[in-house]
């Protein structure tokens, strides 16, 4: 069976295929002078990609991922629908349609913060993509999404796979922490997995966003004097939530403070403001970042195995 890729997933998809017991197939993406997007199922491909059940890596950001994972899964479909009509007439030009099979794995969905109409007027993105992707596939895997509700009836099976497990591992080789923190409610329940799985103490604090670059916190009376403490997000994107409840740590006798996050976004010189707040930042790898030091692949997997049986 084929893991395919196009030009976000690849290192993913080179490191999911021997977890199920399958070939990476890279699949062509490039890009027009003026940007736009080209993607195809190469001819030496069009064979595997019709053999049994396919998984494409792909992820939803930035704004050229939507659009490049709707392409390829078109592309992915059309070949299994046998539908190789041509302009340049090659042959063969059609096939027997192989049916169903097509599973999508996303390890960054983009777009996951706008999961609510938080002002009349707006798009609620997150649903808008969500059932774009359903309508072009048989069943998505989605790693550490924001809030898993706004996606929970599309009218395909999804999988919410997290990558908590691997980052307690990751936390327990190398940081050996004694307190694990939330920085907001939001990121409660994956905060309580890590904490839970590597037996450390765990609590949170209340976040109030002024602005996309303000965040308060409101102060809590930690006991993390004289300990070691890391703080679990699902993502980290200015890194602002993660330099103020660190600071609040610290104020607070906190001696070494770590952040650790599924997705590594870094958008704004996050990671020079973080190295002047915490300790180490550890991330996954469901974006290419300079701190994405645990795979993503083994959740994925997790959820792809549930999703194909
Ligand atoms: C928000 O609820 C998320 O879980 C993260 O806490 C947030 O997106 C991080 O953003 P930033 O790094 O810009 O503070």
């Not at 939803?60 to 479909?77: F, H, K, N, R, W």
């Not at 996303?106 to 996951?112: D, K, M, N, T, W």
């Not at 990558?163 to 923190?181: C, G, T």
Request: charged content about 20%; glycine content about 8%.
């Amino acid at each position: 069976m084929p893991v395919v890729s196009g030009s976000s997933g690849r290192a993913i998809a080179e490191a999911l295929a021997p977890l199920l017991g399958m070939q990476h197939v890279e699949l062509i993406t490039r890009r027009f002078p003026d940007g736009e997007g080209y993607v195809r199922v190469p001819s030496k491909s069009i064979e595997s990609v019709r053999s049994e059940p396919v998984v494409l890596v792909s992820n939803t950001y930035p704004d050229s991922g939507v659009l490049e994972t709707i392409l390829l899964l078109e592309a992915i479909a059309s070949v299994r629908a046998g539908d190789l009509s041509n302009y340049k007439n090659e042959e063969p030009q059609s096939l027997p349609d192989v049916g169903p099979g097509i599973f999508l794995a996303i390890p960054y969905f983009g777009y996951s913060r706008q999961d609510k109409r938080f002002s009349p007027g707006e798009a609620v993105s997150a649903r808008v993509i969500g059932e774009m992707l359903a309508r072009c596939c048989d069943g998505i895997a989605i790693l550490d999404l924001h809030a898993p509700a706004i996606l929970e009836d599309l009218s395909v099976p999804v999988e919410f796979v997290s990558a908590m497990p691997e980052i307690a591992a990751r936390l327990s080789k190398e940081v050996d922490p004694d307190f694990i923190l939330s920085p907001d409610k939001g990121a409660i329940d994956r905060a309580t997995e890590v904490a839970t799985i590597g037996g450390w103490d765990f609590s949170y604090l209340e976040k109030t966003r002024i602005d996309a670059h303000t965040i308060e916190h409101t102060p809590k009376d930690l006991d993390v004097n004289g300990k070691i403490v890391a703080i679990v997000d699902d993502m980290i994107s200015t890194g602002g939530t993660i330099c103020r409840a660190s600071d609040a740590l610290h104020r607070q006798g906190a001696t070494e403070v770590h952040a650790a996050c599924t997705h590594g976004l870094f958008t704004a010189g996050a990671i020079s403001r973080l190295s002047n707040h915490v300790d180490g930042v550890h991330s996954t790898d469901s974006l290419p970042n300079p701190r994405a030091v645990v795979s993503s692949a083994p959740a994925l997997a997790r959820g792809l195995k549930n999703l194909m049986g």
